[in-house]
Every structure is written in C-alpha cells, then in structure tokens.
C-alpha cells in the first residue's frame, strides 16, 4: 500500500471523526505501519479540551505508537498529520526516527518541521522524507474554526 493509500484512509477517517471535536483545533494525526498496512496509532489534537499546548495530535499519536509496539524508535512507520508539525512534534518526530510525513496544511513560516534547521537534523543522524500534500477541505475547516475562535 502505498502513501495514495494511506492518505485517502487518513482523509476519511478525518471526516468521519471531525465532528467529535468541534471545540479543538482541527489537526488530526494517523501513523501506519509500512511492513503491515495498517494503522498503529491516531489522535486528534487535545490542546483545547485539556488546556494542555502540548497535547498536539503528533505528540499523542507518537506516544500511542510507541507504547503500542513497545519500541523506542518508529523506523517502519508512515505520519500523515492535517497541519504540518510544530517544532514541538518535530523534535518528537526525529527523536523516534520516523522516516516519512506527510501534511495537508503548511505552518506559518518558521513554525513547522520544513522550517527545522538542516544542521539541527543532521545532529541527530535523522533526515525523514517531509511532505506537503495540500488539501483544500483541510484548509477550509482550519480557516472556520480559526475564525470562529479569534
């Protein structure tokens, strides 16, 4: 199965689980296994509904991913995440080695992984294949709940 695939799957499941969280920034995170095909973690964002900012939907799917398999590093595994990580769930992202993710909706600039300095990844013997697929509906529902909340 390739990122197609996977990608589709992360769209429908996005939509179908949307409406759960009306109160929450819109950023929904799956993370697939590559060997398998399957899905091994997914979370929506609970930064508003805890009041925790770290609580981004990267940080708990890679927690769940982890805990899951009981590994320390995601060496087999495929992110595909709606707003393009932080450089909170970046440095996750590269301290478990996640080799490919992908996003539906670039950050500010300066505020998300394509912004990581190069030298930075380099230090840490970990380059992922980082991704942009961008996604209209996705923007959309970010741009309403952004605006409704501001």
Known sequence: MGARVFFDSFLHRWFEIRKNFPNEIP???Q?????NNEVISESFNHVESERNATLHSEIIAIEAAVKKLNEK???DAVLITAL???LQCAGAI???KLPKV???LPAKPGEGISSYSTESIYLLNHFPTIRLIENSAIKNEFREFFKEKR
């Open 102 to 104: 992908y996003y539906l």
């Open 94 to 96: 590269l301290r478990v």
């Open 27 to 29: 950023s929904f995170t």
């Open 31 to 35: 993370i697939y296994s590559e060997t």
């Open 84 to 86: 393009e990580p932080c």
């Open 73 to 75: 590093y995601l060496t």
